[in-house]
């Protein structure tokens, strides 16, 4: 007899039927077949047809029993070979196929018990929330009930959730068991600028379903440091952040799944205001040039890809004050107290060519005759520097004859 093979406990019968009073006398049909049996959640698809040798078959006829209830729910005839197509059926249940043979006034019968699986289960809900250099933070939710995937008539029981996390090659970094539903799933570990594929999939007894998300990690977050800062320029120095970026090894891409470039841009600001920005290809030395003397800045740097970005710590800085003018210098402006409120003078510029104020007042008395003294006496001092300018500032004071 035939072995046919399908899904579930299969038996296989035949029984020969008496047709005349001489039944060992009389040659039965060829045996029936089952072959080429398809089975699905709903439905059960098969061949049928008889061997060789034996009274040639004059007609089949096909049943399908649902064995808990014994109810027949289906039921065809055929005087040739064919292939019957069992619907409506319920899934997760045991069904005994039957296909009879008659010729000459004999039966020959096959059967087979076949158990229709499950459904597949429906498409679990993926969602990154939160995404950080070395971590992100997920949502992980049942299939829709109401979603039925394509291809499928309903939706199956779940055993057991699986989280795939693998580069965008498809490489698998590591596999994991989770709990669905979670508001949020954290998964940390991973590897800044690097483009990730996480793929959640509902495991039944009637087979896997997956849903995936994929999305690329931001820079590590930078750090920018002062260097020198004088009267008009700041220098800087910007650092990668990657290199301490924690969990950094343990989920590493491989090198085709991080390939952006980033970007690094500096902001210089002052009172809430960006005065200068500029924008380095790689970690290094700055220099902002042009700045005011005195001046408090904030600066602060920015690592970009594609897709995401990171920031540093703005940090503080300001530029030198500008110097204050020594009042010796010959020609400098001094404050002098005269008892009576200071006097703004100048410094005199000394020139052995130049006449001396009392030469000069020698001079004067000798012209008028005369060195009695004055009710009121006007003091003033003529400065005169060879190349230099003259600035005479007096004070009127009234003295006591």
């Known amino acids: 007899?035939?072995?046919?093979?399908?899904?579930?406990?299969?038996?296989?019968?035949?029984?020969?039927?008496?047709?005349?009073?001489?039944?060992?006398?009389?040659?039965?049909?060829?045996?029936?077949?089952?072959?080429?049996?398809?089975?699905?959640?709903?439905?059960?698809?098969?061949?049928?047809?008889?061997?060789?040798?034996?009274?040639?078959?004059?007609?089949f006829e096909v049943y399908a029993t649902e064995l808990s209830t014994n109810e027949q729910v289906y039921q065809a005839s055929s005087d040739r070979p064919g292939r019957a197509d069992i619907q409506n059926l319920t899934p997760?249940?045991?069904?005994?196929?039957?296909?009879?043979?008659?010729?000459?006034?004999?039966?020959?019968?096959?059967?087979?018990?076949?158990?229709?699986?499950?459904?597949?289960?429906?498409?679990?809900?993926?969602?990154?929330?939160?995404?950080?250099?070395?971590?992100?933070?997920?949502r992980l939710n049942e299939p829709v009930a109401d979603f039925i995937p394509a291809g499928q008539e309903g939706i199956g029981p779940i055993s057991e959730y699986v989280l795939d996390i693998a580069a965008r090659d498809g490489s698998t970094f590591e596999r994991r068991t989770v709990d669905v539903p979670q508001e949020s799933y954290w998964v940390d570990g991973l590897t800044p600028n690097t483009r990730y594929l996480f793929i959640l999939t509902?495991?039944?007894?009637?087979?896997?379903?997956?849903?995936?998300?994929?999305?690329?990690?931001?820079p590590a977050?930078?750090?920018?440091s002062i260097?020198?800062?004088?009267?008009?320029?700041?220098?800087?120095?910007?650092?990668d952040g990657s290199a301490t970026a924690p969990g950094?090894?343990?989920?590493?891409?491989?090198?085709?799944?991080?390939?952006?470039?980033?970007?690094?841009?500096?902001?210089?600001t002052t009172r809430g205001v960006t005065v200068q920005t500029a924008q380095l290809a790689r970690p290094g030395l700055?220099?902002?040039?042009?700045?005011?003397?005195?001046?408090?800045?904030?600066?602060?740097?920015r690592a970009s890809n594609q897709t995401a970005s990171s920031e540093s710590t703005a940090l503080a800085v300001s530029t030198d004050a500008a110097p204050v003018d020594s009042d010796s210098t010959p020609g400098a402006s001094t404050n002098v107290d005269t008892g009576s409120g200071s006097v703004s003078t100048a410094s005199p510029v000394v020139d052995a060519s130049t006449p001396s104020a009392n030469q000069k007042r020698t001079d004067v008395l000798a012209a008028t005759g005369s060195e009695a003294p004055m009710s009121l006496l006007a003091i003033a001092f003529a400065l005169v520097g060879v190349g230099a300018s003259t600035i005479v500032l007096a004070r009127r004071r009234l003295l006591r004859s």
């Open 92 to 138: 997760n249940t045991v069904y005994e196929i039957e296909v009879r043979a008659q010729a000459a006034g004999t039966t020959a019968t096959v059967a087979a018990t076949i158990t229709t699986p499950h459904h597949a289960p429906g498409h679990p809900f993926i969602f990154a929330k939160a995404i950080h250099a070395t971590a992100v933070e997920l």
């Open 221 to 224: 977050s930078p750090s920018v």
């Open 248 to 268: 950094r090894a343990r989920l590493a891409a491989a090198p085709a799944a991080a390939v952006d470039e980033i970007t690094y841009t500096l902001s210089l």
């Open 227 to 239: 260097e020198t800062a004088t009267r008009d320029s700041i220098t800087v120095r910007v650092t």
């Open 286 to 301: 700055h220099t902002f040039a042009g700045l005011q003397p005195g001046t408090a800045y904030s600066v602060s740097v």
């Open 1 to 59: 007899m035939p072995t046919v093979i399908v899904s579930g406990i299969l038996t296989v019968g035949m029984m020969l039927g008496a047709g005349s009073s001489a039944a060992a006398d009389v040659q039965g049909p060829a045996t029936p077949t089952i072959t080429n049996v398809e089975v699905k959640p709903t439905s059960i698809q098969l061949d049928f047809g008889a061997d060789d040798g034996g009274v040639p078959v004059e007609s």
């Open 202 to 218: 509902a495991v039944g007894p009637g087979g896997e379903t997956s849903n995936e998300h994929s999305f690329q990690t931001p």
